[in-house]
């Protein structure tokens, strides 16, 4: 069996301890990881992750270029990588870099509006939801009980206009707030939920009843690393109380669908 995990960053090696340090201060936390390359892959060696969804936010246009071509060098040299690539909303041409990003073989698209300084549903986002729908899968973190950028109700505005969207509403569909994220999407089309950075916070019994809530045939595993260690968060996830069948599709099979490859 396959093992996908569904969420995971990262850096070039010069620039990931500023990056790191960034998002920890971001979110006022210690986090695990280095966000290199080799640190995430290290995770392999005490869990049977076999594939990571890998991807960078860009904090500025100017950052997008390098943060695509250095995710798709990164996916050529590791195969266990499946790549996604990064847009800013203020970005020039974002039609050609997305034409660009598919021919470098990258196979979706990571937003993060809360550090991007946008609403989910800004018409500048929404003009890039509109190229990519019914060709790109694409992860948003979803929720933050600080900030409305990233708002579950916008993503619903999103997904309403865009019904061919494929989307993860990253961290249980609202990070921090995981039941309003359930309240809002649950019965959104085309929506996988991925359970990163939300274990800690629900413990295992509640990470079961809220996958089963949303449906174990959407929800993907995932790390969100360097903020977790890959294989605390496998350990805890599959010792959680899931039936075997409910592993195999949300630790291998819901991601294959969402990122619309096969690993396995």
Same mark, same amino acid.
């Given at each position: 069996?396959?093992?996908?995990?569904?969420?995971?960053?990262?850096?070039?090696?010069?620039?990931?301890?500023?990056?790191?340090?960034?998002?920890?201060?971001?979110?006022?936390?210690?986090?695990?990881?280095?966000?290199?390359?080799?640190?995430?892959?290290?995770?392999?060696?005490?869990?049977?992750?076999?594939?990571?969804?890998?991807?960078?936010?860009?904090?500025?246009?100017?950052?997008?270029?390098?943060?695509?071509?250095?995710?798709?060098?990164?996916?050529?040299?590791?195969?266990?990588?499946?790549?996604?690539?990064?847009?800013?909303?203020?970005?020039?041409?974002?039609?050609?870099?997305?034409?660009?990003?598919?021919?470098?073989?990258?196979?979706?698209?990571?937003?993060?509006?809360?550090?991007?300084?946008?609403?989910?549903?800004?018409?500048?986002?929404?003009?890039?939801?509109?190229?990519?729908?019914?060709?790109?899968?694409?992860?948003?973190?979803?929720?933050?009980?600080?900030?409305?950028?990233?708002?579950?109700?916008?993503?619903?505005?999103?997904?309403?206009?865009?019904?061919?969207?494929?989307?993860?509403?990253?961290?249980?569909?609202?990070?921090?707030?995981?039941?309003?994220?359930?309240?809002?999407?649950?019965?959104?089309?085309?929506? !996988? $939920?991925? *359970?990163?950075? +939300?274990?800690?916070? =629900?413990?295992?019994?509640?990470?079961?009843?809220?996958? /089963?809530?949303? @449906?174990?045939?959407?929800?993907?595993?995932?790390?969100?690393?360097?903020?977790?260690?890959?294989?605390?968060?496998?350990?805890? !996830? $599959?010792? *959680?109380?899931? +039936?075997?069948?409910? =592993?195999?599709?949300?630790?291998?099979?819901?991601?294959? /669908?969402?990122? @619309?490859?096969?690993?396995?």
């Amino acid at each position: 069996m396959a093992v996908i995990d569904a969420h995971a960053h990262i850096y070039p090696n010069k620039i990931a301890s500023r990056a790191v340090d960034a998002v920890g201060d971001f979110y006022l936390i210690d986090m695990f990881g280095e966000g290199t390359v080799e640190h995430l892959l290290s995770a392999q060696q005490h869990a049977p992750i076999t594939h990571f969804i890998v991807h960078s936010v860009a904090t500025t246009p100017g950052r997008v270029e390098s943060i695509n071509n250095f995710i798709a060098e990164q996916c050529r040299q590791h195969p266990e990588f499946i790549g996604f690539m990064a847009m800013h909303q203020d970005y020039p041409e974002p039609e050609k870099e997305i034409e660009r990003a598919i021919g470098l073989g990258l196979k979706g698209m990571k937003l993060h509006p809360d550090t991007q300084h946008v609403n989910m549903d800004d018409p500048r986002l929404m003009n890039v939801y509109e190229m990519i729908e019914g060709r790109l899968p694409i992860v948003i973190h979803t929720g933050d009980y600080r900030y409305d950028y990233s708002h579950p109700r916008r993503l619903m505005n999103v997904l309403k206009t865009f019904p061919d969207l494929v989307v993860d509403a990253a961290h249980f569909g609202c990070w921090s707030r995981y039941e309003v994220g359930y309240d809002i999407l649950h019965n959104a089309d085309n929506l !996988f $939920v991925d *359970a990163s950075s +939300s274990q800690f916070f =629900l413990g295992q019994r509640r990470t079961v009843e809220l996958a /089963r809530m949303w @449906g174990t045939d959407r929800i993907m595993f995932g790390s969100d690393y360097p903020m977790w260690s890959p294989a605390a968060e496998y350990d805890q !996830f $599959v010792t *959680a109380g899931f +039936s075997e069948d409910e =592993l195999e599709n949300m630790l291998w099979h819901n991601a294959e /669908r969402f990122a @619309g490859v096969k690993v396995g």
